[in-house]
Structure formats: structure tokens, C-alpha cells
């Protein structure tokens, strides 16, 4: 059956399959990837990264103008080399985020003309001024105007009071930049009355917004947002105004951020309306929202968005069970005839489904077609997720009618689902392998000394995200524990992944122990808080049948939420097919043959390229094997390489994704094949203590580094600097990994926001230029991350050197070094 899922812990639904069905003959027009924005999605160059930014292909973002008050960083000039650098869209500047207070202080309109003049001066001298936006009203229904007010004569003269200073500052920025492009009005909500009032005024006064902006903040508008869009575009027509481009700057709540089962219901809607939208921005800004672990690790949000990024050609009808109904099961497709491609991205529901794709032209995919799918599960804000597992690979006959029939059964509601539709050709595809797995909610185990806590829910949309809705807190006593029931098949080691939570300061300890046996400690690093989740990954060794899993407090307190126990079946391994890499060029798509992945061979020829999005769980050497008729050269941190057709390369990964570009004269390539756990066999390893310290740093004692210090107190003065001795076995492109800790915040008493801060080092190689790398909040002084960063080596003895003349850097625990090709 395509797309059956693994058993699971939980009972497979009773109820008839729910029916989703696609039209590929119904086009909405092109795909537009309208809906992948972010409110301070970015917070400095290189927060995300640039392997993590530009596979999304993000089209717009929304951040605050340089050296605003409202927050530390996100500055939108400061941020726009690396969004440009990565294919990003445009930036919508929030105008009013100069302010410090939150909700923004009034201090009247001439308070704000000349911070007006500031900000469009200098984006409007930026040499990429034309791809910025300014937003010069900030939710005025609510802040400043009150234009939400049920009194309508009060209404009126808060309305015309804002109209008069929307002209204003419309023709203020204006008069600096003349083609400047300006969005509005910028409400909290859609409010009919007020959008009828303005249209009207911005016609008569030439003072009409080029994009329109509206928020939809809370569980309706997964409900109302049609009516929305539906009740505007009429307001334009009946007032005679061509349509506008629309952006839904702010959308979703904390309970749908990360998740990809309810991004899918976001984006589904924005995308068929054709409408640009940007996720809310309710935690911390440099993770695009919730969809970024760290700088550079993928979470569930994060392939449900690289999903989105790979659809092409057209989007086409798709007709849910229920339409405009929040909770439901929802989804997009696309049709690239060129490519021969259907993609449905889909869920939102637990339970069964049928997809139903109609009108699957013979001419375009032939009689037989293969049907792939793969599930992007939840895995937390901060919780890693491999590369997304295809459930079934399996060649199906295109029935008389044009219809092609898909069953997703046991599909989880958190989850999202891909579904591809290519040519069958000859052959058969490669079997999915899934290996046996089981989930167990911590709200259902047996409690000592903790309580259930209900996070995010329809009725209480800003809470956070929480596997069925509760999570285990307070266990913060001696005897505090939770014991799991687990039941497993067979003999063997299982990979047991714990959805947690941790807010104590510092990492936290539980003890893990089976049946009472001796306990293993397992550490949680730091979280932003208790209830925004990460995934700590653990291995245990099991007998068939049925065992108690106890987790008991530790040093310090977590939260738990679930646990999954997944058969572990070798090192862990993953084929991306080309067909649907990212491409240069002009390659072409064979069918001919549905071996392998099962999705044909993409055709390289000069010119032309591959990308593909490789995950690594930790930086290390992995072995990667293109699948091609021919040899081909594959580009990787600055390196290339050449392989012949089915050679395994020991290529250097690091944690997360790694964009790796495949490049041939003439070869025929049906995926890159990568395994591996991420050996550290072959690297260079220096601990602090063995770095020469200078002016003011020097080794702070910790238990939480791995050699029991740090360099601290390195760089606010061009004299204070590490440097590390290090012996290079062969010259060449290495990637340097460097293990810190910061915790720098500026907080400013907002609401909700956590204004962490990144710090930067300035790292030189030998004699060379100094590069500057940024290193984002690690939650907490104790809790070290990993950055890799390239760099060249000469055989033998080579200096590698860290400062910051004017600000602090990061604390370090050690380095490592592996040279990209192993």
C-alpha cells in the first residue's frame, strides 16, 4: 500500500479514509513560495546559515531598521547580505521597530518624522534599495490609533487622525526615495470597515499602499482567512483599484510554529490564493521562526518548507474533506509538466487518507506512474530531524479514468506528507525500508512527583506545541520520575528519542533505567524554556516484550513530553533523489527506468548542476556514493572532488545541512547516497588549554567543558586573542569546528520576545585575511555548540587565531579539524 505508515504505539484509525483530491488539470498558476516569510526570521549574517537559508528560497522577511530600539539585532540592512546572498526575496522593513517599547511608545507624529527621514535614507542609499519595503504602521487598530474601537464616532476620529499621518509619512518617504515601495495599512486583524475606509482615502489622496498588509493572529483565521481575502479583493473592485499584491506579514501562533501538520493548513491557503505571508515572530529572532535548530540543524518546519521550496510549474486545485475548517487535513499540489512531476504536500489530521490525483495526463506521465512518499514529522523547535523517511516507493497503474489513488494510513497530526507522482517507466523501484517504531506521551506514563501541563490548543493558540497537546512538568523533587511502558518486537538496540524541555540554566541530567537495572545518565542541553521542545537522542539495548523505562530527576529539572523508540538497523543512511535536487542550467529528466529511488535520472550535461540537501546528525566523515552513469564532481565546502560512478567518497559533514553541488560533462545521476554516523577517525583535536592566550583571555575552570575549562574573556580589545598551533597531515580545504558557549541578551522587558544576542569572532588562518564568523546564543554559558567554518591548510604547522578587537567573543572549549575530503 503507498504510504503506509509504520505501526506505532497508538491504534490505527476505525474510520473510513478521509478523501483528498487533486485536480492536475485545474492550474492556479504558478508556484509562487509566497508563504515561507519570516518576522526577524534572520538576526545577523549567518543567523541561520547560508546551508540552512538558501534552500528554502525564501521571498520575503520582515525585520527591524538599522540600530532600532525594539529588539538587539534583526536590523534589516545588517541581515540583507545574507538573505541576497541566499536567493531571498525582498525585505519588509518595520518601520516603527526603531521604538523601544513594546506596545510602541507615542510620542506623536513629530517624534516620528525624522526617525521617518533616518530609516529611508538609508535604505534607500543601499544598492539593493529597490528590494526593501517600508511598513510604517505597525498594527495602528490596536497601537497609537485604536481603530478597533466599537464607537464609531470615535472610530472615525482616530481614523482620520491615522489618515492624516499615513499621508505624512507616505509622502515623507516619498520625497527621500521616490520609487520607494510602502505597505499598509498593517492591522492586527482583518477589519472590513477600516480597509474600506482606507482604500478609499489612499484613491482619493494618491496615497496608496503598493503591498497590502493585515496579520492573521489565532486558530479563525485557519477558517476566516478566505472570507478575508474573498471580502478585500471585492472592496478593491467595488472601489475601482487594480489588485493589490498582498502580504500577510504576520501569521500563526506558537502552537503551529514547527509543526509541520499545521504549517501545511497555513500555507496551503496562502499559496492558492496567491498571497505572500511571513510566520509571526513570538520566541527568538535567527531561526526563521521555529524551523531552524541552532544555526544550521533542520527540524520537522524546516523540511515541511524545503518541501515547499522543491514544488514547481503550477500549483493545481485541491479539494479537502473540509475546507476553511481549522484542524483539518489541508494541502497544496503542484504540476510541472516540463519536469513531469506532481507534488502534493499535505496533513494536518491523524488517521487515514486516500489522495486522490485526477486528470494524470497519459501524455505527461504515461500509463504507469511511481508514487513516493515521505512524512516530515514534529520534532520540536529545537529537536534535529533527518532527512524526511520515505514510507513506500510503489509503481501504480493511472486508471481509466486519469485518476491515480494514494493511501496514507496512520498518518500522525503533527506530521506533514510529500506525496511525487513520476513516469513509471521499466523497472521497480527499490522497496522503502521502515524500521519498527512506537511513541509513548509522558502525560500517560506513571507520574511521581510531576504534573500534566495542557500547552498549545485551538482555544489557547499561543501556547506552545506539545505532542497531544500536554506535556510532564514540575519534576523538580528527589523522588521525581516518570516510567514508561514500552512493549518492542524483538532483541536488539532501539533509538530512543525524548521530546524535552529544559529552562534550569545550565544542561540537565535524568537517570535512564530499564526495569530497575542501573541507571545511565542522560543530559539535556538548554532550551529557550521549559516548553520549547528540543530531542535528545539516546541508544538502548532491548529484549523482546514488554519494559519499564524509568527517566528520574537528575542534576537540575527537565520537562517531558514524549518518547519515541525507534529499531535501530545500522548506521544511519539516506538516498536524495536528483530528480529532485535543486538545478542549474538546463539538465533533462529521464523516466525511462523507475529503478532505484524511483523517481527516473536527472541528465547533466555541461553547464548544468545538481544541489542537493545532505543532513549530517553531528560533524564528522560520512560516506556518500553518487548513483551515476558517469563520473561526476561533487563541490563541498570549497572543495571539489571527482568520483567515478557508484565510488564511495569519506566526505566531511557538519551538524545539519550541507549543500553539495554535483557538476558533470554527460552523466545520468538518480541520487546521491549518503551513510554514516559521523566519524571523527582522521580529525585534528585541541582542547583551550592548548591555545596561547593573550591580552586578558585566559582558561576559566568548568565541569560542563570537555576538558574541565574554557578560554574565556577573549577579544573586546584588538590586544586579547587564542591561537592555536595546528598540525596539518596534508595541505588542503579543511572545515574548522569550533565547540563555544555564549549566553549575551539585552533584555528589554518585552512582552514575549527573548532578545538573545549573537557574538562574532574574527578567525585567522596563518597570514591570511581574518574572517568574521558569528556565533549564536547557546541558551545558556554552559551548553557548547558546534560551528564549522572552511578554511586552508598547509602540510605541517599552521597558526589559527581568534579575537575581536571591539566586542567580546564567544567562550571556547576546544576546536577540531577534518579535511573535507577524508
Known amino acids: 500500500m503507498a504510504g503506509t505508515l509504520p505501526a506505532t504505539g497508538s491504534a490505527a484509525a476505525a474510520a473510513d479514509p478521509q478523501r483528498l483530491s487533486v485536480d492536475l488539470a ?168 477600516l480597509l474600506t475606509d482606507f482604500l478609499a482615502f489612499a484613491k482619493r489622496e494618491n496615497v496608496m499602499p503598493q503591498v497590502m498588509t493585515w496579520h492573521e493572529l489565532g486558530s479563525g483565521s485557519l477558517r476566516d482567512f478566505q472570507g478575508h481575502y474573498d471580502n478585500y479583493r471585492s472592496i478593491e473592485r467595488e472601489l475601482g483599484i487594480a489588485p493589490l499584491k498582498i502580504n500577510i506579514d504576520e501569521y500563526a501562533n506558537r502552537r503551529d510554529l514547527s509543526v509541520p501538520g499545521q504549517l501545511v493548513q497555513w500555507v496551503s491557503m496562502f499559496e492558492r490564493n496567491k498571497v505572500y505571508a511571513n510566520q509571526a515572530y513570538w520566541d527568538a529572532a535567527g531561526n526563521m521562526d521555529g524551523n531552524v535548530v541552532r544555526s544550521n540543524i533542520p527540524n520537522g518546519g524546516w523540511w515541511f518548507f524545503r518541501w515547499y521550496a522543491g514544488l514547481t510549474g503550477n500549483t493545481v486545485k485541491v479539494s479537502p474533506p473540509q475546507a476553511n475548517t481549522i484542524d483539518t487535513l489541508q494541502g497544496l499540489a503542484s504540476l510541472d509538466t516540463s519536469r513531469r512531476q506532481a507534488q502534493v504536500l499535505l496533513g494536518g489530521s491523524a488517521g487515514d487518507s486516500d489522495v486522490v490525483v485526477q486528470n494524470v495526463s497519459r501524455s505527461v506521465f504515461g500509463r504507469t506512474v511511481t508514487a513516493t512518499v515521505a512524512e516530515a514529522a514534529w520534532s520540536g523547535y529545537e529537536g534535529r530531524h533527518a532527512t524526511p523517511r520515505v514510507l513506500t516507493r510503489t509503481k501504480v497503474n493511472v486508471a481509466a479514468d486519469g485518476t491515480v489513488t494514494v493511501p496514507l494510513r496512520g498518518m500522525h497530526k503533527m506530521a506533514a506528507y510529500r506525496v511525487v507522482l513520476t513516469p513509471g517507466g521499466s523497472g521497480t523501484p527499490t522497496a522503502a525500508s521502515i524500521p519498527w517504531t512506537s511513541s509513548y506521551e509522558a502525560e500517560d506514563a506513571a507520574i511521581t512527583g510531576g504534573q500534566v501541563y495542557t500547552q498549545g490548543t485551538v482555544s489557547n493558540a499561543n501556547g506552545y506545541a506539545a505532542s497531544g497537546t500536554k506535556d510532564v512538568g514540575s519534576l523538580n523533587t528527589d523522588s521525581s520520575k516518570v516510567d514508561f511502558t514500552v512493549t518492542v518486537p524483538r532483541d536488539g538496540t532501539y533509538d530512543l528519542a525524548i521530546l524535552y524541555g529544559n529552562q534550569s540554566g545550565t544542561p540537565a541530567t535524568q537517570k535512564l533505567s530499564i526495569d530497575g537495572a542501573a541507571p545511565v545518565t542522560v543530559t539535556y542541553p538548554s532550551t529557550e524554556n521549559w516548553t520549547y521542545r528540543a530531542k535528545k537522542d539516546v541508544g538502548v539495548r532491548l529484549s523482546a516484550g514488554t519494559h519499564k523505562l524509568t527517566l528520574a530527576k537528575g542534576a537540575a529539572e527537565v520537562t517531558l513530553d514524549r518518547v519515541d523508540l525507534t529499531a535501530r538497523s545500522g548506521a544511519p543512511s539516506a538516498s536524495y533523489e536528483a530528480t529532485l535536487a535543486d538545478i542549474g542550467g538546463k539538465p533533462s529528466y529521464d523516466y525511462s527506468s523507475s529503478a532505484g529511488v524511483g523517481t527516473g535520472a536527472l541528465v547533466l550535461r555541461s553547464g548544468d548542476k545538481a544541489v542537493f540537501d545532505v543532513y549530517a546528525p553531528r560533524d564528522g566523515y560520512y560516506t ?154 547557546t541558551w545558556s554559558w554552559d551548553d557548547y555548540w558546534t560551528l564549522g567554518v572552511p578554511v586552508e591548510l598547509k602540510k605541517g604547522s599552521n597558526k589559527v587565531t581568534f579575537g575581536n578587537a571591539s566586542a567580546w567573543a564567544p567562550n571556547i572549549d576546544r576546536i577540531e579539524l577534518g579535511r573535507v575530503v577524508g
Do not use: C
Not at 34 to 54: H, I, K, M, Q, W
Not at 130 to 144: A, G, L, S
Not at 146 to 164: I, M, P, V, W
Open 26 to 193: 485545474a492550474s492556479e498558476g504558478p508556484v509562487m513560495r509566497g508563504a515561507n516569510g519570516a518576522l526577524y526570521g534572520l538576526s545577523d549574517d549567518g543567523v541561520p546559515s547560508d546551508a540552512a537559508l538558501e534552500p528554502l528560497k525564501i521571498t520575503s522577511i520582515s525585520q527591524k531598521p538599522e540600530g532600532g530600539a525594539q529588539h538587539p539585532n534583526g536590523d534589516a540592512l545588517t541581515v540583507s547580505k545574507s538573505f541576497f546572498r541566499n536567493g531571498g526575496g525582498e525585505i519588509n522593513v518595520m518601520m516603527q521597530d526603531i521604538y523601544a517599547k513594546w506596545p510602541y511608545e507615542d510620542l506623536g507624529i513629530d517624534d516620528y518624522l525624522p526617525k521617518v527621514d533616518k530609516i529611508t535614507k538609508e535604505v534607500s542609499a543601499d544598492p539593493n534599495s529597490d528590494r526593501f519595503v517600508y511598513i510604517p504602521f505597525n498594527e495602528p487598530d490596536q497601537i497609537w490609533y485604536n481603530l478597533g474601537t466599537s464607537d464609531q464616532a470615535q472610530y472615525e476620529k482616530n481614523r482620520d487622525r491615522f489618515f492624516k499621518d499615513w499621508k505624512t509619512v507616505y509622502q515623507r518617504i516619498r520625497a527621500i526615495d521616490p520609487d520607494a515601495r510602502i505597505a499598509g495599512p498593517n492591522e492586527s486583524s482583518y477589519h472590513t470597515r
Open 624 to 777: 556518500v556514493v553518487p548513483r551515476a552513469s558517469a563520473a561526476v564532481k561533487l563541490a563541498l565546502h570549497g572543495e571539489t572532488v571527482t568520483a567515478a560512478p557508484g565510488q564511495a567518497l569519506r566526505l566531511y559533514l557538519v551538524a545539519g545541512n550541507n549543500r553539495v553541488a554535483m557538476t558533470a560533462p554527460y552523466a545520468s545521476v538518480r541520487s546521491l547516497d549518503v551513510s554514516g554516523d559521523g566519524s571523527t577517525d582522521g580529525t585534528l583535536s585541541y582542547e583551550g588549554a592548548a591555545a596561547t592566550l593573550a591580552g586578558g583571555a585566559k582558561l576559566v575552570d568548568s565541569p560542563y567543558a570537555s576538558a574541565g575549562s574554557y578560554i574565556g574573556w577573549l577579544g573586546n580589545s584588538a590586544s586579547s586573542t587564542a591561537e592555536f598551533t595546528v598540525d596539518a597531515p596534508k595541505s588542503g580545504r579543511y572545515v574548522l569546528v569550533v565547540h563555544y558557549a555564549h549566553n549575551d541578551r539585552r533584555d528589554n522587558g518585552h512582552a514575549y520576545n527573548t532578545d538573545i544576542m549573537s557574538r562574532t569572532a574574527d578567525v585567522t588562518v596563518g597570514t591570511g585575511a581574518a574572517r568574521k564568523v558569528t556565533f549564536k546564543n
